[in-house]
C-alpha cells in the first residue's frame, strides 16, 4: 500500500476508541484548502515504513489501542484496501474509515464484508460545487450515493465539513444538508490556515469562519439532521 504517514496515537480522530491512524497517499480530489497536501500530490508519497513494519507496529499495539483509522489523500483509491482492513480487523482492532466519498463501490464493497466499524465521510460542499474540487472533472452523483448507501448500511458514521470560503456559506450549508437530511451526526468543522494544498486560492480573502459564525452555521445544518455539533 502506498503508506504516506502514520501517526501512533490518537484520542480524537475515532470516536470513543484510542486509535492509530494511517495515511494513505493520492487523492482524486483538489481541494485548494486540503491540509494534506504531499500526500494529494504525489500518489507514491511513501513514508518509509513497509507494509510489513505497519503490520509489526500493529502487533506491538494489540491490547493498547482500539482500533485503526484509515485515512488519507484518499484511502479507497487503494485496491487492496478491503485485504488490508481484512487484515487489520484478524488482529483484533476496530477499523476507521475517512473518505470523501467518492468512490461508492469500494465504500460498499468494504461495508458489506463487515470490514469498517466506523466511517466519516466529507461533504465538501454542495452539489454545484464539486466540479471545482474535481478539477471540473467528475460527477457529484458517486458521492451522493455513497451518502445514501452509508445512511442504511448499519455501519456507525458521521458526515463532516470543514467550513471554509467560498466553498461553505450559509446558503451553500443548507443545500449540503439537504444533501443528507436525517443523517444521524453531522460534524461541523472551522477552517484552520495551515500549510494547505492552495494558498494562492485564498490569496486577500478570509476563508475561515470564528466561533461565533460556526454557531450561526450550526444553526442552518441542525434541523435537517439527527444531531449536529462542531469539532475543533
Ligand atoms: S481535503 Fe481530502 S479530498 Fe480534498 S484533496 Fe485533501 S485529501 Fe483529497
Not at 489523500?73 to 485485504?83: M, V
Not at 471540473?136 to 458521521?158: A, H, Q
Amino acid at each position: 500500500m502506498f503508506l504516506g504517514g502514520l501517526q501512533k496515537h490518537s484520542l480524537i480522530d475515532f470516536p470513543g476508541k484510542v486509535s492509530c491512524v494511517c495515511f494513505l497517499s493520492g487523492c482524486n480530489f483538489r481541494c485548494p484548502f486540503c491540509h494534506n497536501p504531499d500526500l494529494v500530490t504525489a500518489r507514491d508519497h511513501r513514508s518509509g515504513m513497509s507494509d510489513l513494519d505497519f503490520f509489526s507496529f500493529l502487533e506491538t499495539r494489540k491490547g493498547l489501542l482500539d482500533g485503526v483509522v484509515i485515512s488519507g489523500g484518499e484511502p479507497t483509491l487503494e485496491k487492496n484496501l478491503p485485504a488490508i482492513c481484512e487484515r487489520i480487523k484478524s488482529m483484533g482492532f476496530f477499523v476507521k474509515l475517512d473518505t470523501n466519498g467518492s468512490r461508492p463501490h469500494m465504500i460498499r464493497s468494504l461495508m458489506d464484508k463487515k470490514l469498517l466499524d466506523y466511517v466519516a465521510m466529507d461533504i465538501k460542499t454542495d452539489p454545484d460545487g464539486y466540479a471545482v474540487l474535481m478539477n471540473g472533472n467528475g460527477s457529484v452523483e458517486p458521492v451522493v450515493e455513497s451518502v445514501r448507501d452509508i445512511m442504511v448500511s448499519g455501519v456507525e458514521y458521521e458526515f463532516r465539513t470543514t467550513c471554509v470560503r467560498p466553498f461553505v456559506d450559509p446558503a451553500v450549508l443548507g443545500r449540503m444538508a439537504m444533501m443528507i437530511r436525517n443523517a444521524k451526526r453531522y460534524v461541523l468543522q472551522p477552517f484552520r490556515r495551515a500549510r494547505i494544498l492552495a494558498p494562492e486560492y485564498f490569496h486577500d480573502k478570509q476563508p475561515g469562519y470564528n466561533a461565533g459564525e460556526m454557531k450561526e452555521l450550526k444553526a442552518v445544518a441542525e434541523p435537517f439532521v439527527q444531531e449536529c455539533f462542531i469539532r475543533g
